[in-house]
């Protein structure tokens, strides 16, 4: 079978026209910027894959497959209408725009060529995590109280929800715009990190009520009655620097954590109760099939004040880097269900394959 695998290359944004794509994972988070004393980071291309990774999925997909590269760029269209591949291994995660993720999987469609994972509708409104919550919480789906600030003009101060309370960046993934700082204590720290997400990243900022118990994370594979849960993951902040706040934040991410010093952030499987377990099952499993969900998913979950998990994020498109010393969630927990990273490629491509009846 000829497989696409469509994706979008991560750069070194200070070199973007050079075309060099020698670098490392981490390059392009290196180059610092300092304003009024602070340090920050360029997050332009957090959600974007390295040729690692992108080379690992190919090498997965070549084991029963042809395989060709097309990079998810503005000449992506015509690529596909050219090559027409059986099915596209989809993990591109777009270019411009609060629909970025849904802009491969719309032109799939528009070109009636199969493709791994959510549809258009489901990726845009999962990297909407306002709009995700609100639908789960028709669902009774426990997620943390929150609201939107659009601009600071309209933003008067008055709050409904207890510090402290943490700030977010409404379109993103990949802890992309969350930071240390994200986690407030008081309005002149809310204001401040307000400010900070709206000037930087242009959209709105999220902000919820910060929630103090444990975390994890579950990989979810398959589609309906088959869907399942991967060991789940607990994510240990003990770990961390003493002055870093108990979140998996940009720094602990990419700055804190590299291969050469890999924090000892993740357990798989959680040390948890059966009941815990279950609970934490339920919910992700209920929340895949919610939001309509296909193939694929990682959940973010947070336990609230009194143990019960809430829904932090959904993501639709997990990362996948494959070297296990970078501690990617939904490979860790396929290792830990016994899968080696290329048979859990090619499960999901498998899924696809099966929901569109080619197998």
Known sequence: ??????????????????????????????KLNTKQGEITFDDTYAEWDTWETINAVKLALEENHTVTLIEADEDVFEKLRKTRPDIVFNIAEGFHGVSREAQVPAILEMLNIPYTGSDPLTLAICLDKARTKEILSYHKIPTAKF????????????????????????????????????????????????????????????VEEFLPGREFTVAILGNGKEAKVLPIIE???????????????????WIWDTPEKPLDIFQCPAEIDDK????????????????????????????????????????????????????????????????????????????????????
């Open 1 to 30: 079978m000829h497989v696409g695998l469509v994706f979008n290359l991560k750069k070194d944004r200070s070199d973007d026209s050079n075309g060099d794509d020698s670098f490392s994972s981490v390059k392009f988070l290196n």
């Open 147 to 206: 609201f939107v600030v659009e601009n600071l003009d309209e933003f008067d101060g008055n709050i409904d929800l207890e510090f402290p309370l943490i700030v977010k960046p409404l379109h993103e993934g990949s802890s992309k715009g969350i930071f240390n700082s994200s986690v407030v204590e008081n309005n002149r720290e809310l204001l401040s990190e307000i400010e900070r997400v709206l000037r930087t990243y242009n959209e709105p900022a999220l």
């Open 235 to 253: 994510i240990k902040f003990d770990s961390l620097p003493t002055e870093a706040k108990p979140i998996y934040s940009f720094e602990a991410k």
């Open 276 to 359: 815990l377990k279950e609970m934490i099952e339920k919910i992700a499993l209920s929340t895949f099939k919610i939001l309509r969900c296909r193939d694929w998913c990682r959940i973010d979950m947070r336990l609230d004040k009194n143990g019960i998990p809430n829904i932090l994020e959904v993501n639709p498109l997990p990362g996948i880097l494959p070297n296990p010393e970078d501690n990617s969630c939904f490979p860790k927990a396929a290792r830990a269900a016994g899968l080696t990273y290329n048979q859990m490629i090619n499960e999901v491509l498998n899924t696809a394959l099966k929901r569109y009846r080619m197998i």
